[in-house]
């Protein structure tokens, strides 16, 4: 079984409507991210959160919210999608335990595609 | 601020041939640096990393990436490529003081020909 998941996989919406992206891992990590992937632009973090009480915006947090609703399950929302945010989403965890430089674990990613 | 950048945005060489994916950082502190390979369809997976020590690291795959501190590089290296590493290749810097993100480059996407 993967360690990080994210559903749903594929997802398709209209402009305005409610979406919610879900990411959990079973890698037992504290910190957890989430990041949009666009094509030449690499990747650009969203959201990112070292523990439950602990969430903190990233470089393009406009437009998203999130929930740590325990250690494991880490969800992006987009409150009203728009256009411009279809783009590939993944979610990824680390351990800072482990040292501090950081590795980070990707999911398989969540491709929206808005309307 | 620190940035990275992949010159290449993609790079195409036959199978059996060698290969150097190009990535310069701008930092005025010390970094770790991290090459990341995302496969067709795939999430991102650690290829090798550079944390303190030597400067040549080898990582999976038959990779390998030397930093380079006065040039600010950490180019990627395989001396002879498979049509398997046919994907895209993402640098990427996180400072020391910083426990929050990694930077990434906008990515290499490596094509192989037979």
């Known amino acids: 079984d993967a360690d990080v998941t994210q559903t749903p996989r594929n997802r398709i919406t209209k402009t305005g409507k409610r979406i919610m992206l879900e990411c959990s891992q079973t890698?037992?990590?504290?910190?957890m991210y989430w990041y949009r992937q666009d094509p030449g632009l690499g990747l650009r973090l969203i959201y990112y959160s070292f523990d439950v009480k602990d969430i903190n915006k990233g470089e393009i947090s406009d437009g998203y919210s999130v929930s740590r609703q325990a250690q494991a399950k880490f969800s992006l929302s987009l409150e009203s999608a728009i256009p411009n945010q279809t783009a590939l989403y993944f979610c990824a965890t680390s351990d800072s335990t482990t040292g501090d430089y950081n590795e980070q674990f990707f999911g398989p990613g969540t491709r929206l595609t808005v309307l | 601020a620190q940035s990275v950048t992949q010159l290449d945005s993609q790079v195409p060489v036959f199978e059996e041939a060698p290969v150097e994916l190009r990535c310069n950082y701008s930092s005025s502190v010390s970094v770790y640096l991290f090459w990341y390979v995302q496969y067709p369809n795939q999430g991102l997976q650690l290829l090798l990393k550079?944390?303190?020590?030597?400067?040549l690291v080898k990582g999976i795959n038959g990779f390998e990436a030397e930093f380079n501190k006065s040039q600010t590089s950490f180019h990627l290296r395989k001396p002879s490529v498979h049509i398997s590493d046919t994907a895209e290749y993402f640098c990427a810097v996180r400072i020391y003081s910083s426990a929050s993100k990694i930077i990434f480059g906008s990515g290499t996407r490596l094509s192989i020909r037979p």
């Open positions: 890698k037992g990590h504290d910190r």
């Open positions: 550079y944390l303190s020590g030597s400067t």
